[in-house]
Structures are given as structure tokens and as C-alpha cells.
Nanobody, 120 residues
Framework: VQLQASGGGLVQAGGSLRLSCVAS????????MGWFRQAPGKEREFVAT????????LYADSVKGRFTISRDLVKNTEYLQMNSLKPEDTAVYYC??????????????WGQGTQVTVSS
């Protein structure tokens, strides 16, 4: 599975961004997907995950109520709508696939990161 993420950028606190990640390849169809992020000097952390059929969703406590994960099964694409962004959301966001849950050790496929910067 190959993953191509996009949508990062610079935004002011309180603003919104939407990340996208397209999955391609033989095992891409309905693979569970998700997002992790890594801030400078910190370990990679779980953000959100979505099941293969799009029904199951999990979020990190730090983003609940502000971020929404979704997917388009036809396009093999997942999205992360990020609202009410805070400076502490600043990180490189990584698309992940082939797993479901919060443990990065279970991720089978990683995409390239996309930078999200939230200014105060």
C-alpha cells in the first residue's frame, strides 16, 4: 500500500485545516487507516483511526471534539478535518494504514508526513 498525504500548512490558532491521504496498491481497498503526529523533540503520537468500512473511529483525548476522521471508500481516501486548532497541534502529521487502533507499532504502512503549523 502506498500513501500520499496532503493538506498541511500554516494556520492561526482557532482556524481549520483538512488533511487528505490517498491509499493505492493491491491491499489498499478498505484497509483501516489513521493519523499520527510528531512534534519537534517528542515521540510520535496517535491522533485518530478509522476502520475499513468507515464505521469504527477512535480519537486521542487531546483532539476529541475538534478533529474528525472520515473516509471515501470509492476514492480510497481518508480525511482529517481539524477545527479549533491550537499551537500544541503543531507537528508533522503522518498518514498510516493497515492497522486499527492507537499503537504505532501495529501500523503496516506509513505515508510521508505533512507539516501542520498553528501560530498563536
Amino acid at each position: 500500500v502506498q500513501l500520499q498525504a496532503s493538506g498541511g500548512g500554516l494556520v492561526q490558532a482557532g482556524g481549520s485545516l483538512r488533511l487528505s491521504c490517498v491509499a493505492s496498491g493491491r491491499d489498499a481497498y478498505r484497509t483501516p487507516m489513521g493519523w499520527f503526529r510528531q512534534a519537534p523533540g517528542k515521540e510520535r503520537e496517535f491522533v485518530a483511526t478509522i476502520s475499513g468500512n468507515g464505521v469504527g473511529k477512535l480519537y486521542a483525548d487531546s483532539v476529541k471534539g475538534r478533529f474528525t476522521i472520515s473516509r471515501d471508500l470509492v476514492k480510497n481516501t481518508e480525511y482529517l478535518q481539524m477545527n479549533s486548532l491550537k499551537p500544541e497541534d503543531t507537528a508533522v502529521y503522518y498518514c498510516a494504514a493497515g492497522y486499527y487502533g492507537a499503537d504505532s507499532n501495529t501500523v503496516n504502512y506509513w505515508g510521508q508526513g505533512t507539516q501542520v503549523t498553528v501560530s498563536s
